[in-house]
């Protein structure tokens, strides 16, 4: 009998119900960690598991093809590529040499060096939020997943990307339905092909103003750099300047704020753990690092064989899709002591998270900058906190992670 058909691996109502299938990961990167899955509804594929593997196909892009698409379909859902969502060129879904050249519009903004300009307002996010709970007074709920965990990453990428504060929340709503389109409460269960073509539009009224704002008036902001960039001295296409606000706003929204509710719960429950960073918050940057890997919220991406191949000893076709779950990579007991313990010490933490090699994370400082800023605070600050009811997960497979996580806590004011 077969471990399993991968319905565990890629259903949005398993990861609903149960979370993330770990122990089925566990099987099959022990005895089968290139693994034929065949579900009704979705795209057969190779389900990798183990980090060597990942490792190889992350750095092979002419064998493993981003183009074809990274995600998994279901087989009753098209994707309209003249129109919307589907016609937008986005980084993530080429490959090089036109990668390569898209990567560089927007990667030096992102380098460490860079990001300073954005620390002001990363900590002033932090540091408003965290007031806004303590002001609550001496002992309160609060959903930390529907609340904090949402809030920062979306104002500070707001601001980066310069969508004014009044229409944070409508990008909020795009954003919850692009990502978790099943699940009826963040994403209202839209799913039809309609649904996805006004989508499209929605982001295209959103998105173009300020394209035209910043090409009017160039600032050294992430919008304007995206708005005037050009490849071999011509302008960047419309639907690639539309796919980078998409890519840079959605990839970065999602995922962080998954990684801060999935890292919150287990903050709370380990509260020795979480005493380590109150004691000494120098210990911040490696527990934030250790909240990403346990949380990988991006549970998967998906690649497309160029031609027949082999890989770990199984016969691979031209054409057939191959998916890697990051989140099986950062349970790997051949790289991690103790992969389930939650560890806030844990250095070195070889997860792969942010992937690895020609698509790894653009956003991966950005990202790690901005919840280092709000768990300092934390750290600094909380005096108790508990979970007040079970945590409940997002209806969806792809990006993962936590819809409530319902606290009861005390926080210092500042
Ligand atoms: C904890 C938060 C995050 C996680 C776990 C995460 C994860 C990932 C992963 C796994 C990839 C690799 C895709 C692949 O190999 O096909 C990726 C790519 C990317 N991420 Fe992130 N990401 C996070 C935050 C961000 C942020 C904050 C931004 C931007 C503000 C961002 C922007 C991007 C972009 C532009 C790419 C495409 C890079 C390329 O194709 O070369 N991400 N991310």
């Not at 000494?280 to 490696?286: E, F, H, I, L, T």
């Not at 934390?378 to 819809?403: C, H, M, N, T, Y």
Request: hydrophobic share 35%.
């Amino acid at each position: 009998m077969t471990i399993t058909d991968g319905y565990e691996l890629v259903h949005p109502e398993y990861y609903a119900k149960n979370g993330p299938p770990y122990a089925v990961w566990d099987r099959l990167r022990a005895e089968s960690p290139v693994h034929r899955c065949d579900v009704e509804n979705v795209e057969p594929f190779w389900a990798i598991t183990r980090q060597e593997e990942i490792k190889i196909i992350s750095k092979t892009p002419e064998l493993f093809l981003s183009e074809p698409g990274i995600t998994l379909l279901p087989t009753d859902r098209e994707i309209d590529r003249e129109e919307g969502i589907g016609a937008m060129r986005v980084v993530i879904n080429t490959d090089p040499p036109e990668h390569r050249d898209l990567r560089k519009v927007a990667s030096p903004w992102f380098t460490p060096r860079s990001l300073k300009r954005m620390e002001a307002v990363i900590e002033q996010s932090a540091k408003q939020l965290v007031d806004d709970l303590a002001k609550e007074g001496e002992s309160c709920e609060t959903d930390l997943a529907m609340g904090m965990a949402v809030s920062h990453p979306l104002r500070v990428l707001c601001k980066a990307i310069g969508v004014p504060e009044s229409q944070e929340r409508d990008i909020l709503e795009l954003s919850n339905q692009l990502f978790a389109p099943d699940d009826e409460e963040l994403g209202g269960g839209k799913t039809t092909s309609e649904d996805f073509r006004e989508l499209g539009q929605r982001f295209l009224e959103l998105f173009l103003p300020i394209v035209q704002d910043r090409r009017a008036n160039p600032t050294d902001d992430l919008a304007s750099i995206i708005a005037n960039a050009r490849i071999h001295g011509e302008e960047m296409g419309p639907m690639e300047t539309l796919g980078y606000y998409l890519i840079v706003f959605n990839a970065g929204h999602d995922t962080t704020k998954n990684a801060l509710a999935g890292g919150f719960s287990q903050l709370i429950q380990h509260p020795d753990e979480f005493a380590k960073i109150q004691q000494d918050p120098s210990k911040v940057p490696d527990a934030v690092e250790e909240m990403i890997r346990w949380a990988s919220p991006v549970n998967y991406m998906k690649r497309t064989a160029s031609r027949d191949l082999e890989l770990s000893d199984t016969k691979i076709r031209e054409g057939d899709a191959l998916v890697m779950f990051y989140a099986s990579g950062n349970r790997d007991e051949s790289v991690f002591d103790d992969p389930y313990r939650f560890d806030v010490s844990r250095n070195p933490n070889r997860h792969l998270a942010f992937g690895y090699g020609e698509h790894f994370c653009m956003g991966a400082h950005f990202a790690r900058r901005s919840m280092r800023a709000i768990v300092d605070q934390l750290a600094r600050r909380v005096e108790e906190w508990e979970l007040v009811g079970d945590p409940e997960w997002i209806q969806a497979s792809f990006v993962v992670g936590l819809k409530h996580l319902p606290v009861r806590y005390r926080i210092r004011p500042a």
